[in-house]
């Protein structure tokens, strides 16, 4: 069955990069994604990657991609502490119908000043 | 603006008490979704809707209804509420899926649930 999993929390200083992890077990995913919840607020979309990349790299946000070993991170350059909010991974397979994403549980990051 | 909108955003009610939490897109989706969101499981989807009249369970069905009569409004009915139910609820809508495309699911604000 499909499966995401994520670190609960994650805590750096302002300056530093983050780097927050996933794992999922469908080898059939096609996209992965990155959202990013902050307090009180929906899910927003920060980047995605499609399953022949290895790497995406959007201005300060870096999405690698181990398709092997089934592993995904988010690396953010410079943290902020407008990037405090929770993080979630999530696959597709893009247009099996049933279920569009699979979400991990969350990571929460806190950047300390 | 595109968006999707929930109501209410709060809501605190007692165990058995029906109650409807409304969704709604301006961005005509085909698909519409619902999940909830509980600490330490992230989201889990409890109904999806592929298009009007046009629904199924998620992963979390018990103790939820859902209608899509338009393809805007795609509301959470819960009909008895209990104490478990008490969550933060997601609306989310995209244009359908199709193979080998990417998904791109836009989220409603949320609905924080409380039920005593």
């Known amino acids: 069955g499909e499966d995401v999993e994520q670190s609960l929390f994650l805590s750096v200083r302002e300056g530093d990069s983050s780097v927050i992890n996933c794992t999922y077990t469908?080898?059939?995913?096609?996209?992965l994604y990155w959202y990013k919840q902050e307090p009180g607020a929906g899910l927003q979309l920060l980047t995605y990657?499609?399953?022949?990349?290895d790497m995406k790299q959007d201005q300060r946000l870096t999405v690698l991609l181990n398709k092997k070993d089934k592993h995904l991170s988010l690396r953010i350059a410079d943290t902020q502490t407008g990037d405090s909010a929770i993080y979630f991974c999530?696959?597709?397979?893009?247009?099996?119908?049933?279920?569009?994403?699979?979400f991990g549980s969350g990571t929460r990051l806190q950047v300390q000043p | 603006e595109a968006q999707v909108t929930q109501n209410p955003r709060y809501l605190i009610t007692v165990t058995g008490k029906k109650l409807t939490v409304t969704c709604s897109q301006n961005?005509?989706?085909?698909?519409m979704s619902w999940y909830r969101q509980d600490p330490g499981l992230g989201l889990r989807q409890i109904y999806y809707?592929?298009?009007?009249?046009?629904?199924d369970k998620g992963d979390v069905p018990e103790g939820y209804k859902v209608s899509r009569k338009e393809k805007r409004n795609f509301p959470l009915i819960l009909e008895s509420p209990s104490p478990n139910q008490t969550s933060l609820y997601f609306c989310?809508?995209?244009?359908?899926?199709?193979?080998?495309?990417?998904?791109?699911?836009?989220f409603g604000p949320g609905t924080r649930l409380l039920v005593l």
């Open positions: 989310a809508s995209s244009f359908r899926a199709r193979t080998g495309k990417r998904e791109t699911q836009y």
């Open positions: 469908d080898s059939s995913s096609t996209y």
């Open positions: 990657i499609f399953s022949n990349m």
């Open positions: 999530a696959e597709s397979m893009g247009g099996t119908g049933r279920r569009a994403l699979t």
């Open positions: 961005m005509n989706h085909e698909y």
């Open positions: 809707s592929m298009n009007v009249e046009v629904t």
